[in-house]
């Protein structure tokens, strides 16, 4: 069973959000379930800060020795921080998939846009 | 193989300054004066070993693999059938390999000659008008024909811009139509992973579809049935037909792709005609072309002399060719041992191949169906496809079958391709394998699902495989993670 | 049939195991129309003898073999140690697999990471993979990295003039499927190399990449940094194509020169030119550029019990992972042909490499002061071309000379030497044609004498 935490948002293609102190900062990152589909993760590839992501669209990738996943954007807006510590050592997607293994934070653009997310039991279902 | 001393050195950990395994002659005229300019600053940093220590360090290393003289690959779609060594002895004569490509044709009319030769009898195994052996191997021989596709389109006036290609297919297939700026729409295949004909219907009648890139027999081992209905589809809506031909071996003597309205298939001479895999290539491709693709083949092409002389001569004047896609005529020394293989064949030869390798696959079939989920239950081709489905119950994969079958001796089977079928093991046994070989394997691999049946399975049959070879599991995160690929960065 | 081991017997109990009466009954799933009513019509089955004696009596029509030849053009019919061909034919390298199962692999693995250290050494560069097919296909997959990171829309590349003819038409026909334009850089007429003056176009619109071949095809060498400074002054990918490998043994290599992809035949190496191939491509780049890089790369890594191994790595840019998004749609690489190349090199080593170097270049010398002294002599309008050379020299005819190619290449041929191959000059140079000659160490005084006796006439 992947864990999953409650107090976070999803999206159907396995990436979580977590709202911070600052309304309009986000942090992103992927599941437990996706970290473990994945398999060992080796390399870590999203867009520099400043970029501007759209909701749906791919936005960046995974690696693992055996395969690559595209990252889809839960939510519109523009890249403020990226976990530059995966670049050196990607382990943390597998180990710490919803703490250390974060990937980017972002400023949304667009609120509304909250509504299509999964809450912790919706996503569950997709999860199995 | 070898469970040697496990500890193998690198060339330059074994290195002594001043000892040399060079033997050169020596210079009757005078040195030349060094470069004035753009001289080499720093004597590239090579390891210095005398000759024995040369050949212990290979030798070492050469008992750290597995192959086909050590024993059975069921690798399916690659067709590891036996390197007969006759081809070895004829592809070393001196008049093989020390003719240079740009010898002038008089005095090059052995290897013209066997070109000619090699392209008429793969046109008469495979049912095509002509064949080019230009590509290095398949995936450039994959290229080489939607090139020619693209140009044959063209010339027609068309700009057709998509290409289908099955879910089911070989990676470099989509590669390939990407390096030629196609777009490649997904097909979705039946459940018995053939194309669905409906499927095509709907996405041809826009009239933008150039082609299909079709594989047959499938990537699942099983005929495609309805190829001659897909191929006057295609070519009703004007479109070409590429087959990929990485399953051949499964044809040879029984079905000729060129007779099912197929435009243009690569062949896999080291699948089917015996090539040397060498660990990894070279690798040597062709590509039967149908009539309607003649005027596009890559120049130049072996021609008899037009004049009526019993010589063969080169032929680069073809205004409508797409050109060369590799320097020179193909990897010619390769096609020395394909010659020879057919050679030795002949016709009963080249039908029984081709039926024992069916004949083998569905004895692999029969024997292993009562142990291990068969993706289709009817009569397969040269390969059967199974997979991990009822040994998932008790926790065991493919991946840990895979590492389990190295510890008896035997390489693994194709695992998880095709995609269609999760945890996929694809086993073509060849028809170079005694039926004792192959019921070994089969024993074998019953003994595994046997062993996966039992309580803590994983943990007493499945962790750490594999036990018994010189290396255990090799850890691939790592090698992507830390990305050293030169003794530089020890 | 000795590689067909199933008795009729066998075939028998495996039918009856599958629950059919025959043959067919396995195949129903091929329609009656497409199966085979008879046998193939192919030749006679032959034996071993039979076989022998067939290919035997091929080989020896290609009479070429066994003539002097001087024929280069990025293929050279150097020696090799006796020691390769042993090695190589070992069952477990010749039959193995490509190594996906890195366990039981790892000789090949082992000696790949070997072939990417020893090439990437010789080439100055950073990293190199584990081959591709040939030096032509490895310029044409530089181009398509360097635009790959170069993203354009109408995407140009400079390719000097000095570049093999047949590298080119390979660029030209296959860079033009991804909507890449090849235009020339020319050389300068008079000195036929390739510099940041002869360059003539303004560059507004940014090309990918500039190329630039040393030893070019009239055997000069060029200067790497005159393509890094053209470049660099466009923001293009630099890429030097090596047009003779062995010459890294006496001149510059790109890494020196800062070059982002360097790319060379390697057939020089240890491989028989065998008409064409297989031969072997050479790719090296940057450590940055590494997730751009096509074809096979091979790591460093441990296995369970800690012990050094080595397995295929990044295979996330190849075509079994990305499909059509792959960064080529290369499966293989020329493993076997790399192996030999290691080989030779670690058979070499670093003294034997610069020899063979020097003595290839002491061959051309020698050749060239002779000729040059008998075409003045001679006041003739021929010339061989002045400048820096590795072991290919080429002679320049003049307008009144322009059958004097012709007649001595016939000349040549009856007294059993191919003397060289015609190579195309720049109509500025005041030469209308030329003919290349390449030498290598299996060429004697009695056989440059020989030549130059005989192109001195």
């Known amino acids: ?90 382990a943390p997607v597998n180990s710490a998939p919803f703490d250390n293994g974060w990937l980017v934070e972002i400023e949304i653009s667009n609120e509304a846009e909250f509504s299509k997310l999964l809450n912790a039991s919706a996503y569950e279902q997709v999860a199995q | ?108 009319q052995g290897a013209l000659e066997l070109m ?227 050679r030795e064949l002949g016709a009963e030869g080249m039908q029984k191949a081709g039926q024992d390798a069916i004949l083998l696959a569905n004895y692999v079939r029969m024997r292993l169906k009562d142990h291990y ?68 394997f089969c024993q074998v691999m019953i003994q595994i699902a046997e062993e996966a049946k039992e309580e803590n399975a994983y943990e007493k049959h499945f962790a750490g495989r594999p036990r018994h070879m010189a290396y255990a599991k090799v850890n691939e995160t790592l090698a992507a993670r830390q990305l050293k690929l030169s003794w530089k960065d020890l | 049939m000795r590689y067909l081991p199933l008795s009729a017997e066998e075939r028998k109990e495996i039918l009856d195991l599958c629950g059919v009466d025959d043959f067919q009954g396995l195949i129903q799933a091929i329609p009656d129309e497409l199966r085979l009513k008879g046998l193939l019509d192919l030749p006679p089955a032959l034996s071993e003898p039979e076989l022998m004696e067939h290919l035997e009596s091929l080989a020896n029509k290609n009479t070429g073999a066994w003539m002097q030849s001087h024929l280069g053009q990025g293929v050279y019919d150097h020696t090799w140690p006796s020691v390769i061909d042993q090695i190589t034919n070992r069952g477990e390298f010749l039959t193995a697999y490509t190594p996906y199962q890195p366990e039981v692999s790892q000789g090949t693995l082992h000696a790949i990471f070997e072939f990417q250290s020893v090439i990437s050494e010789i080439l100055g560069m950073e990293i190199a993979n584990a081959s591709l097919y040939d030096g032509a296909t490895s310029v044409l997959e530089a181009v398509l990295m360097a635009a790959r990171t170069r993203p354009q829309n109408n995407p140009i590349v400079y390719v000097a003039e000095g570049i093999y003819a047949n590298t080119r038409k390979i660029l030209e026909s296959c860079l033009a499927d991804q909507g890449i334009e090849v235009r020339t850089w020319k050389a300068d007429p008079q000195t036929l190399t390739c510099t940041q003056a002869s360059f003539q176009d303004s560059a507004e619109e940014r090309p990918v990449a500039f190329v630039l071949q040393s030893p070019n095809r009239w055997g000069l060498i060029e200067d790497w940094n005159e393509v890094t400074a053209l470049s660099e002054k466009h923001n293009a990918r630099s890429i030097a194509y090596v047009g003779h490998a062995l010459s890294m043994g006496l001149f510059q290599s790109p890494g020196n020169a800062g070059i982002d992809i360097a790319v060379s035949e390697g057939q020089s190496l240890g491989i028989p030119v065998g008409f064409g191939g297989p031969h072997l491509g050479l790719f090296a780049c940057k450590r940055a550029d590494i997730r751009q890089m096509p074809g096979r790369l091979v790591g460093l890594t441990e296995d369970a019990r800690g012990q050094r191994a080595f397995c295929v790595t990044l295979s996330t840019r190849e075509q079994h992972i990305r499909r059509e998004k792959a960064t080529s749609n290369i499966c293989s690489n020329q493993n076997l042909m790399a192996l030999r190349a290691l080989m030779y090199l670690t058979l070499m080593g670093p003294e034997g490499l610069t020899r063979i170097a020097r003595d290839c270049r002491s061959l051309a010398y020698y050749v060239r002061s002779a000729l040059q002294k008998k075409f003045v002599e001679s006041k003739r309008e021929l010339q061989v071309l002045d400048g820096e050379v590795f072991n290919e020299i080429t002679i320049l005819a003049g307008q009144k000379e322009s059958l004097w190619v012709d007649e001595k290449i016939a000349q040549a041929q009856e007294l059993g030497i191919l003397v060289g191959l015609e190579v195309e000059i720049p109509k500025q140079s005041g030469f209308v044609r030329g003919l290349n000659i390449a030498f290598t160490e299996r060429h004697r005084k009695i056989h440059l004498d020989k030549l130059i006796e005989l192109l001195g006439a």
């Open chain 2, 373 to 440: 989920e068969v993706a289709f239950d009817k009569p397969c081709m040269h390969e059967v496809v199974i997979s991990d489905k009822r040994q998932q119950k008790n926790g065991i994969k493919t991946l840990d079958i895979a590492k389990r079958i190295i510890d008896e001796g035997i390489h693994p089977p194709t695992i998880y391709f095709p995609l269609i079928i999760p945890g996929a093991m694809m086993i073509e046994p060849t028809e170079t394998e005694s039926l004792r070989a192959v019921e070994k």
């Open chain 2, 1 to 108: 193989m070898s469970n040697w001393p496990l500890k193998t050195s690198l060339s330059v950990e074994l290195s002594r300054p001043g000892h040399c395994a060079h033997s050169l002659p020596k210079l009757e005229i005078p040195e030349a004066p060094p470069p004035a300019r753009n001289a080499r600053q720093k004597i590239p940093h090579l390891p210095e070993l005398s000759e024995l220590e040369v050949v212990r360090h290979f030798t070492r290393l050469s008992t750290l693999n597995f192959s086909i003289d050590n024993g059975m690959y069921p690798l399916g779609s690659c067709t590891m059938k036996y390197n007969p060594r006759v081809n070895e002895a004829t592809a070393s004569f001196r008049g093989f390999t020390r003719i240079h490509p740009k010898t002038p044709v008089q005095f090059a």
């Open chain 1, 1 to 90: 069973m992947s864990e999953i935490r409650k107090d976070l948002q999803y999206t159907k293609e396995h990436e979580w959000v977590r709202k911070t102190s600052n309304p309009k900062v986000v942090v992103i990152g992927i599941t437990d379930f996706a970290q473990s589909s994945l398999g060992d993760v080796t390399y870590v590839d999203v867009p520099a800060v400043g970029t501007e992501i759209k909701q749906d669209q791919v936005f960046g990738s995974i690696e693992s020795v055996k395969s690559v996943s595209d990252l889809f954007a839960p939510l519109s807006g523009k890249i403020v921080k990226t976990n530059e510590a995966l670049s050196d050592d990607p």
């Open chain 2, 116 to 342: 000619y030769q090699l392209e008429n009898l793969l046109s008469e195994i495979s049912g095509f008008s002509r064949v080019s052996l230009q590509p290095a191997a398949g995936a450039q021989g994959e290229y080489l024909g939607i090139k020619m596709i693209k140009a044959c389109l063209k010339a027609r006036g068309e700009n057709r811009k998509k290409i289908l290609i099955p879910e089911s297919a070989h990676g470099t297939n989509g590669a390939s139509a990407a390096m030629c700026g196609y777009e490649v729409v997904p097909l979705k295949t039946t459940a018995e992973g053939l194309v669905d004909f409906n499927q095509v219907d709907e996405l041809t009648r826009s009239g933008d579809v150039a082609g299909i890139m079709i594989t047959n027999p499938s990537t699942l081992g099983l005929f495609e049935s309805d190829i001659l209905k897909i191929t006057k589809l295609i070519h009703d809506r004007g479109g070409l037909v590429y087959c990929d031909g990485a399953n051949m071996n499964a044809m040879l003597g029984i079905t000729r792709p060129g007779d099912a309205g197929i435009d243009c298939m690569h062949f896999n001479m080291h699948k089917t005609f015996t090539t040397p895999h060498g660990g990894g290539g070279p690798g040597c491709g062709g590509l039967g072309v149908s009539k309607t693709l003649i005027p596009f083949l890559p120049v130049p092409t072996v021609e008899k002399n037009p004049s009526g002389a019993d010589d063969f001569v080169l032929d680069d004047k073809r205004p409508e060719s797409v050109g060369a896609i590799k320097d020179y005529y193909g990897h010619f020394l390769m096609m020395v041992r394909a010659y020879t293989y057919i």
